[in-house]
């Protein structure tokens, strides 16, 4: 079994990466937009911040321009989709895959950067860092109650039908793309301060692991509001972390590091398996 301490970390790691999984849900359940720009996007954030941090920038300014570099990956999917007519599964694979070569560049043509030496935002403490996040989960959550995460909920629950409403579906899901995959390279920029390194190869899972977050979320709350479905993604994230380290830590299951991906395959199959029995049960009654 785990202790406190690898406990306490499984917290804190899975409070990060839930970052990354609102930004996942946004896609995949917001807007209905297949997204695979996550694991490319989650790299252009870790990037940024390494390389604005080993030249003295402020950690939490370091956090905003990682933003930015991700708002714009999704962006150029969006313009990909919709400008010129790439179907959104591909698009978000060209960008992704692109994003390695420009990641590498902004990087110095290294493939790993550390900067444990310098300033970051869990050098006092980690309180700072969970403020971060909190903040970020309650700005996202704050606005899908608003008027323009109606527009949004629209988009991607009828696309006709917000066009009735008088709704831009075209504008709604570029502006949609950028700001999960700017959820998402925060998510990449803290997790790298957390670290204390980048690596080019940094991103890989990343999407599955969201996925994986928002099943195990949804699974245990059952939140109808979508609004609150944003929680889900943040409990999600923190449970999957802790199952992770369990599973790792088990003598008995013998589970070792190296079979990571293949824990996370189970526990998505196992959640898939429960919710498509409760869903016969409930159509059998």
Avoid: W
Avoid at 38 to 58: K, P, Y
Avoid at 99 to 114: F, H, K, Q, T, W
Avoid at 137 to 159: D, E, H, I, P, Q
């Amino acid at each position: 079994m785990i202790g406190i301490q690898e406990l306490l970390t499984s917290i804190e790691v899975g409070l990060i990466l839930g970052v990354v999984a609102i930004g996942v849900f946004m896609t995949f359940k917001t807007i209905n937009f297949a997204d695979m720009t996550c694991d490319g996007s989650f790299v252009s954030g870790a990037a940024v911040t390494a390389v604005l941090i080993r030249n003295g920038a402020n950690p939490y300014f370091v956090v905003l321009a990682s933003m930015i570099a991700g708002g714009m990956a999704g962006v150029l999917t969006g313009i990909l989709n919709i400008r010129y007519k790439v179907a959104d599964l591909l698009a978000g694979i060209i960008v992704a895959y692109t994003l390695y070569s420009v990641n590498l560049m902004v990087m110095g043509n290294v493939p790993s950067i550390a900067f444990v030496d310098h300033r970051t935002i869990f050098s006092d403490s980690a309180l700072p860092a969970v403020v971060v996040v909190t903040l970020l989960v309650a700005a996202v959550t704050c606005m899908m109650f608003s008027g323009f995460g109606l527009k949004l909920r629209a988009v991607g629950y009828n696309r006709q039908f917000a066009t009735t409403y008088g709704i831009d579906v075209n504008k709604m899901t570029v502006l949609g793309l950028a700001m999960s995959n700017a959820m998402i390279a925060a998510g990449g920029s803290i997790f790298s301060q957390f670290q204390g390194f980048c690596d080019v190869s940094g991103g890989f899972g990343m999407l599955v692991m969201g996925l994986a977050s928002i099943m195990v979320g949804t699974s245990i709350l059952h939140f109808k509001r979508e609004p609150l479905l944003i929680l889900s993604c943040v409990t999600g994230s923190i449970l999957y972390r802790i199952f992770i380290n369990i599973a790792l830590h088990s003598d008995v299951l013998g589970i070792k590091t190296q079979n990571l991906n293949l824990v996370t395959g189970l526990i998505m199959i196992g959640i898939m398996i429960m919710k498509g029995g409760v869903k016969r049960n409930a159509k059998a009654k």
